[in-house]
């Protein structure tokens, strides 16, 4: 399925997301967050997206923003997407969680909140992952600071 033919698929989504394709190989969505579960919920389950394979999510800090970025593909169609959530809500940063619907998204989004601090809503062992339970901050912040172990960025 080409770039066009997802866009005209989600086309009844157009007012709520916004399609990038400029500077990658992947048709990019951002997605507000109140629509984000429900967006990923469907394609996964439309059989003519069928993302049926989450492979990569990663944290980022945009500086105002925080946000998460989730790769996913159809091994059926053979057509890769992603997806963007963001929020400037930085003291308390939450989207819903999609590892109700994919499996693989309960490491990679406990990896985020334990990097980034970002929450994520109805996840099922939402816990530090690599840090210690003792770590404080999240270092892959921007605003990080950490006189202790002296990272240098």
């Known amino acids: 399925?080409?770039?066009?033919?997802?866009?005209?698929?989600?086309?009844?989504?157009n007012s709520e997301l916004e399609f990038i394709e400029e500077g990658s190989q992947f048709l990019n969505i951002s997605v507000k967050a109140a629509n984000f579960h429900q967006?990923?919920?469907?394609?996964?389950?439309?059989s003519?997206?069928?993302?049926?394979?989450?492979?990569?999510?990663?944290?980022i800090d945009l500086g105002k923003e925080l946000g998460v970025i989730y790769h996913l593909e159809s091994t059926t169609h053979r057509h890769i997407i992603v997806i963007k959530v963001k929020t400037d809500d930085r003291?308390?940063?939450?989207?819903d969680t999609v590892s109700d619907i994919w499996k693989t998204?309960?490491?990679h989004e406990r990896e985020v909140f334990d990097f980034f601090g970002i929450k994520f809503n109805n996840h099922p062992n939402l816990k530090r992952l690599f840090l210690t339970?003792?770590?404080?901050?999240?270092?892959l912040r921007k605003d990080y600071v950490d006189e202790v172990n002296m990272v240098i960025k």
């Open 1 to 13: 399925m080409t770039n066009e033919a997802l866009q005209k698929l989600m086309s009844s989504w």
């Open 39 to 46: 967006l990923m919920s469907q394609l996964k389950s439309n």
């Open 133 to 139: 339970d003792e770590w404080e901050g999240f270092p």
């Open 48 to 59: 003519e997206t069928s993302f049926d394979y989450l492979f990569c999510v990663t944290g």
């Open 105 to 107: 998204a309960d490491f």
């Open 91 to 95: 003291e308390n940063p939450t989207f």
